[in-house]
Structure formats: C-alpha cells, structure tokens
C-alpha cells in the first residue's frame, strides 16, 4: 500500500466555527494563498450558499498553484432529486475542481434527525454522488457521525460508505462529528472499515473534544488510512478539529509517510501557525507542539548544558525542520540564529559574524521587549534591518500631525461623525501639509499623508490599505496599555506587504505602520533619497 | 489485573518549569489543597533543597484528607554512598510519606551526561531506592528517558526498571522526558515493560510535544500501566505534560476505570481547571477538552435545533458530568432556535410564538449583515434583546463628543503624542460636559465619559476597561470601509463582559462598544431610569 499520505485543510469551513472567529473573504484568500504555497493536497473554501462570504468567497476565489480548492455541502434532501435540490445546486454551481458532501451514517440520525428512511439514505448518498461526479473532478463524501455510527449499527454505517465508494466517491471521509471516540477504537474501527472501502480512498476527519484529535488522526493512518482533514492551529468549534500543523511533522518526520509538503516547506510550518494568529489577532499558543515559541525553549542550568552537549538530551527533533528555533534563556545564540535566518528569508547575505548582526539582534530584541512582533510584519522587520545595515534612504521626516474626531447632529438634525488629519512634512528639505477628511482617524491620516507625498512619489498612488489590526499588549494596565497596529498594503498587482506600529496612543502606532507601509513601498521600487 | 488507576500530579513540581509560570508557597498551598479535594491520590509538591519555595513548602506542608504527599528528588551520584549524597538527603529530610526518585535508564545518557558505567548506575538506582524504602512508606522510580532509552537498548532499560522494582520501589514511572514518542509506540513499549515489571506497579509520564500527550497516558493503561502522572490544564516545561484535566474523564467515563475521583469529585473538574488559571493570572483555554467555555458550545443554526431535539447529536457526553455546561453561540448562522436558547441563558422568559422573536431575529440578522457580531459579545446581545422586548432604561444621551489627537514636537524638542476627549451628554434632563486627556482617543473618550457619569453613577467607578479589539471588516472597501470594535469590561469582582460597536469610523464604533459597556453595567446593577 502507497505511503503517500493526502492532506485536507478545513480551516476555511470548520475553522470559521470557531467561537470568536469571523474570516473577512479576505481573510479567506489570503489563508488560501498561504495554505497553496505550504504544500497542502486540498484546500476547502467553505460552504457555498450557507453564508455571504463564503459565496463571495467562491465568486472569486484565488488562483492556486499546487492545492486542489474544495467546496462543502450536503447530500441531497429526503423526497427529492439530486437536480432539484437547491443544497446541492449553490454546491456544484461553485464550480470547484472537488466536492465534499456530508451525509448520514448513523441509523439513528438518518431516521429521528432527518426522518428518513435507511434505504432513502442510501439513496440520497448515491444519487447525490453521482451526480456530483458529472460536474466535478473528485467528490467526497463525508461520513458525519461515523464512530458513532459504526458503534450503534456497524452494518448500516458500512453499508453507507461502501454505497458512497460504489458511486464514485474518490475519498469516504470517517468524520468523528463528535469527538468523543477515543484512538483505540478510531484504529480499530478505521481497520474495519478499509476490508469494506481501500484504504487508499479513506480519509479521517477527528474533533478534539477528549484531546485526542492529533492521536487519532496518526492512528487512523496507522490503519490505513490515507487521507487526513484538519485546521490550522486546530481551528474548529468546541474543542477544535485535528490540529495539523501538530499532525504534519510527525506523519512526515517521525512515521515516515509522504506528503504534498516537502521538507523545505516543512519549514515554513511555524510561519504559518503565526500568521494565522495574527490575521486572527490572538496572542500565538506558546506550548503549540513544534511551532510554539516555547516548544524549543530550556531554562538555563543541567538542561541547557545537556542540550548544548548533544540535543538528543530534552529535544525530540530538531527544530529548525519546522521553522522553529531553540530557545535559551541568558544565550542570544538563538536568536542570532533566528535574526540570520530572516535575513536569508528577505535575501540579504550577511557574514554571521559582522557585528552589525549583533547589534542588530540587540535592537531587535528592545523592540520586541516593547511590543513589536515582526512575525507576520516583514515589511517593517526588513525596514530594520537595512537601516541597521545602512542604506536605507529618507524620503521624508513628519515634524506633526493632528487628527480630529467629531461626532455631533448637524444643522439637518443628522448625526455625523467626521475625522479630519492634519500632517506637516519635510520632504526634501520643504516643508509641506495638507488637510484631509476621512470615514476614521486612520483613513484620514492616510488620505492626508498621500496627500502631501503623492506628487513627489506618484508610485504612492496605486498603493491601499487592505487591513488594519489592533491589539493591547498590555490588557488590564489601564491607561498605561499599549496598543500594537498591523497594517496590511497592497498594491493592486498582487503585491502585499504587512508592517507594525506599536504605542501607547493608537493613532500614534497605526502612523508609524502607515510610515513603514509607505517607506516599504519607495524602497522597493528602488525610488532614490530625496534628502541626499 | 484491577482496573483501579492511580493518579499522581505533577503540577506542582512540572507545571512549575512552564514558562512565565511561578509559584508562590501560598500557590502551592492552594492548588495542593485543590488537588486533594478534587480526589487524586498522589500530589507532588516540589523538589525540596532544589529552590527556596520548594523546601519552604515542605517545611510546612498543608494537611491533606485524601492524598499522598510526594517530594521529588534524584537517585545518588555516581561514586559516593547514598547515605552520603546531599541530594538524596534534602530528599529524604522532607519527611513525605512518597518519595519519587529521577534516575537514567538510557546507555547514551548513563555514559555521555552521567559519566558513569551502565553496572554503577543499577547500583545507584538499587541503594537510592533500598535507602528511602527504610525512610518512607512509598519510593517510587522515576525512569527519565524510558522510551528513548528502550528504543536504543532495551534490555538495559528493562534492567534498570526491573532493578528499581526488586529493589523496593512501589512504583516504576516510565518517562517520555523529550515527549516525542508516539502513541503506537507507547502502546507496544509499556506492553512490553509489563512482562517484566507487573502493570500494578507500572506508571506513565508523558509530555506533549507532538499534541499527544493524552493519548499516550491513555494507551500505556490499555497496555497495563496503573498509574498515570500529568498536570492540570497541562501546564509544564516546552508543550507541556500531559493534561490530567483531559485525562480524568476519559478514563473514568469512556473507559470505565476505577479513580480515586468519585462521581460527584468529577463535577468539580471545571472549578479546578479555572481555579489554576486565576491564580496564575491568565486567561483559560476556551478550547479546552471537557471544561473550556466552547466545549460545549454550539454555533450553527441547525446543529442547534439538533442538540435540543437529543443532546447525543454534537456532545459527546453531558457536560453537567464534568461541571461544564451547554452554551448557545448567537452568529451569523443563527436560527430561531439560537435566539430562544440564548434568552434562556440571560433568563428572558418568552413565548416563542411571540412575534417579538421573529421581529427580533431579523434585526439580529441584519445587524450582523453591517457588521456586527455578538458572537463572543454577549452583553450587546442581551442589551438588544432586552430593548427589542421593551424596559431597557434610558441612562443618558450622547448628544455630541469630539476627541483631538496630535502629535508633534514639544519646547523641549520632544516628540508628544497627546490624545484629548471632549463629551456632551444629556442625562435627566440636564445637559452635562467634561473634557479628558488619555494615552489614545478611546482611552480619552473612556475618561471623558466616566467623568461626567461616575458623580451619578458612582458604581461605575468600579469598571476598568480590559481590553480591545478593532477589525477591519471590508478590507479593500477603501474609504468606505467598515471597522468592528469588541470591548471587554471587568468590574474587579472577577465579572467581565463583552460589548461590541461598528461603524465606517473607528472611535465611533469605539464610543457605541463603551456605551453598551456602561449601559450593561447599569442595567445589571438595577439602576432605575433616569429619564422616566
């Protein structure tokens, strides 16, 4: 049997199920990007028709290099056709290369929650697949309540999938809606399964509700089988899905299995783990096995040593395989190792041992000491950097700015709210300013600072704010809080770029991303120093 | 072979090595006491000579009812007699009825990190244990190393373990000190550790850096292990240590062992889980298997409807088993069902005939269609319901604010960012002003409103704002686009609330956030109407 394990990503759909989590469409995309590029098999959108981002989401979804994109729906309805039932019409209207339809194979939900019969059922798996299969590439079926299922009628719950194989269902998905099966009976019950349906054509969907989702899903493969739906970071309602980064190393590394993902993709695993946190504004889980920043971390004394004598001692694998770095309290070794790295990562070649590097490392960690992340910020992390190294030039110098909000009822007894920034700049050795209203004091920063720059720096004038995020660093410090902006640009060639400002004040930190966004933008397209 | 299983807790002594984690001996104190009335049977309370709190604690340790109190300590050096090791003496002076004594098990180790011959180290694992057996009533062996140790030279590390047993250990402990073992391996290793030292006396310590921590405690019973070792909430070093509070559950309700931990214990689990959190100051895990806030939460419409028909539909047991409850999210899914189930939480008794429900509904919808999320807002929720139902007071009117933000360099040449608020309200009747300076615009309008409302609402004193969140929720929109605003409240009491705004202008969506959060407070505090 092949080792070739697929991988399927669900962070779209059960992700966004997640308590406190609402995915913008671009949002969506952007995951999707990042997703594609770190080797994932198949990449599920969402749920065409169930909610308006996810059918904007499919009207336009990105271009994809190497996943396959997803859509997810139900079988068709009970005492219909698979072509009238409009479920499944908004599904394959969506048009994506593969399907994944969830249908019941638990005698009980079959007859009390959906208050059919189980020949109907069986059916409606049938009919809806073979449909299916006329407009798309691959469908799968979704097995919904499968262990539960298998429990209280084995037969039946076979019988279902085996229906759903026979239809041409490239992939039978056993989804453990629940997440109450514990791995001893996932790898006993997926071994059952795969003398019915090949292993080869079985996929294994867990939910973390006992803690077990990662266990499961490792063992389910164990078993046979070769496909595994999870989210990033272990997204999902409840308890969350199947965690894959958790899962992806140790199919790879320590089973030995082959992947989508190679092993220079592997290490970009920690980079996405955080730049979904970020997009989702939440602190990174710092014991995430493999990527957490305390994943790879020694407290000083016999650890330390042991470690540094040979890693073996208190290290499972070496972290640089997943991106990530050890950490040794009182040793800056790693995070010279850390700051090399991303200069690899932005192509700047360095000597290690340029002192530049070190002091560099030092001004980096102050900043970060005071809040600034540049994980998922490479813009303003590379704006350090070669003002570090020298050479980065100074398009202009802000000596002040004024931003004012307003609301109140105007003459016509409407109430307005109106912003208005005023900004004074010295570019090129002239002093120059401008007014400009905005629906908020960060838009109107913006329209203002364009404003004044824009004749000298036209280029400026493709450039827009995607998104902004805001978060405390400090929550419960009172009026001592501070407050740390992301702001994301693009350029309206697909080019996008994240910087960071970090203040007490929030207009003050979102001015110095806008800063960042801005200078980014002029370095890039080489624009030469005005002050020279 | 019994099917009783012991518990020992580790937190103490592990989960104190968790990163940013620091006990004091009134911490340790309390969580001991948790512990013991939570119905474990072992507690380890430190490493008493390794650091100043551990051997305070055990010079007063707290009366425990129903466990064991254990001190942790390591075997002796190579080359002196365990009479004379100063170690193994701080251990044995702490007078604990368990001691549990680290020692090698792994060739590579014994060698390269001990320096010593792999016969001298059976020595010092048989003197250790002979000598504390004479001292205490229980020496348990606690194996560093086990797995990768048996997986380099098994039959040595079967001999150390067999060792420490004839020695007169109570307990032999096989530790996954890296946490990298997997849970198939773990299975088929204590399998094989049970044909040599009886499963009786067989213990599991496993740490999570691969996410599987729970699953590999959980094997290694199935394989004959009787004694699981873990921390709460899984605190420890790096991933962390297998997580008791995820354990428990699973072995008393799905696998049907016997604990030291009664049923009635077992609804305390969720107390215990937010009890630990509070007293290190953080947030708890949502997520968390079996306790957390989301786990047994429900989100979509017709998972919703479902649950209430038969709870066996999305739980896979009944949260009142661990002292959690059900909990109805309101979202963008939201079905009727939803909005009922959330009343009943806040206590609105309705007639879901009433129209008010469907009229309510609506406008849930289309507030969430501008933006809106209540989701993870709760008290804005509860506000909207209550006004829609009618008898929501009217506290105060806003009838204009301005707030002024500049930046810009002071006489002394300094760069200033000052923030000032400026607020108009109507309250009975009485139009009343107040001007506020604050580290940003929120915090300044925060300020200026509590200045002008505490004098007539002086319970608002008690309220500090905890922390913010802003997103962008029509990225690209430009100039139009949309911003959403989450406030969370506490009144010092351990009370907190969440509140949300949304408008296309930031300190606006900001302003109605802060209006809900004070409106909520008052509401919830009886103050009768002002305005009536």
């Given amino acids: ?7 399927y990503d669900c962070t779209l759909r059960d992700g966004a199920q997640t308590q406190g989590v609402d995915f913008s469409v671009a949002d969506k995309t952007a995951i999707a990007r990042e997703l594609d590029g770190l080797g994932l098999d198949y990449i599920e959108g969402g749920w065409p028709g169930a909610n308006p981002t996810d059918t904007a989401f499919f009207a336009g979804p990105p271009a994809l290099q190497r996943a396959r994109l997803s859509a997810f729906g139900m079988t068709r309805r009970p005492g219909r056709s698979a072509a009238n039932d409009p479920g499944l019409n908004d599904l394959l209207q969506a048009r994506t290369a593969v399907v994944c339809m969830v249908g019941k194979t638990w005698d009980f939900h079959v007859t009390e929650a959906l208050g059919a019969r189980l020949d109907e059922n069986i059916e409606m798996i049938t009919d809806s697949i073979a449909l299916a299969r006329t407009k798309c590439e691959e469908v799968l079926f979704d097995a919904e309540h499968f262990f539960d ?17 026979d239809a041409g269902a490239r992939w039978v998905v056993l989804c453990d809606t629940n997440g109450g099966t514990l791995p001893d009976e996932v790898e006993e019950i997926v071994a059952r399964v795969v003398d019915t349906v ?3 054509h079985v996929g294994i969907h867990c939910h973390n509700d ?5 266990a499961n899903s490792l063992l389910a493969v164990r078993a046979g089988a070769r496909q595994v739906q999870g989210t990033l970071n ?11 980064i958790a899962i992806i190393p140790s199919l790879a590394v320590k089973m030995g299995y082959t992947l989508g993902i190679s092993a220079s993709d592997m290490t970009r695993l920690s980079h996405v783990s955080r730049m979904l946190d970020e997009r989702l504004n939440r602190a990174p889980q710092r014991n995430a096995p493999y990527v957490g920043e305390s994943a790879f971390a020694h407290k000083g004394g016999l650890h330390v040593s042991a470690v540094e004598k040979d890693p073996r001692s208190y290290e499972h694998i070496s972290p640089e395989l997943v991106g990530n770095h050890r950490r040794i309290v009182v040793s800056d070794q790693s995070g010279r190792a850390n700051i090399l790295a991303r200069f690899r990562d932005i192509g700047i070649e360095i000597d290690p041992a340029d002192p530049k590097v070190g002091h560099l490392l030092e001004f980096v960690k102050a900043r970060e000491y005071d809040g600034y992340a540049y994980d998922g910020a490479e813009a303003s992390f590379e704006l350090l950097a070669r003002e570090a190294l020298g050479g980065l030039p100074k398009y202009f110098d802000c000596t002040s700015f004024r931003v004012i909000d307003e609301r109140r009822w ?4 409407e109430l307005i709210t109106l912003s208005e920034a005023t900004v004074k700049l010295a570019v090129n050795g002239t002093k120059v300013m401008a007014v400009e209203e905005g629906n908020g004091p960060v838009n109107a920063l913006d329209a203002a600072l364009r404003k004044v720059l824009i004749p000298m720096y036209p280029q400026l004038g493709a450039v827009t704010l995607v998104d902004f995020k805001v978060r405390i660093l400090t929550p419960g410090d009172g009026s001592r809080a501070v407050t740390r902006v992301m702001i994301e640009s693009a350029n309206g060639d697909g080019d996008h770029w994240t910087t960071v400002g970090v203040s007490t004040n929030i ?6 991303a806008l800063h960042d966004a801005i200078v980014y933008k002029l370095y890039r397209d ?7």
Same sequence: chains 1, 2.
């Avoid at 049997?1 to 991988?7: A, I, K, N």
């Avoid at 080489?526 to 020279?532: E, I, K, M, S």
């Fill in 1 to 7: 049997m092949s080792d070739r394990v697929y991988l």
């Fill in 149 to 165: 299922g298998f429990k209280a009628n084995p037969a039946y719950a076979l019988r279902c999938v085996r229906a759903a194989y």
């Fill in 198 to 200: 090949p292993g080869s």
């Fill in 210 to 214: 006992t803690g077990n989702a990662v």
């Fill in 234 to 244: 272990g997204l999902g309602e409840r308890c969350g899905n199947a965690d894959l």
């Fill in 410 to 413: 105007n003459a016509k007894g």
């Fill in 507 to 512: 207009i003050d930190a979102s001015y110095r």
């Fill in 526 to 532: 080489g624009v030469p120093d005005h002050t020279a």
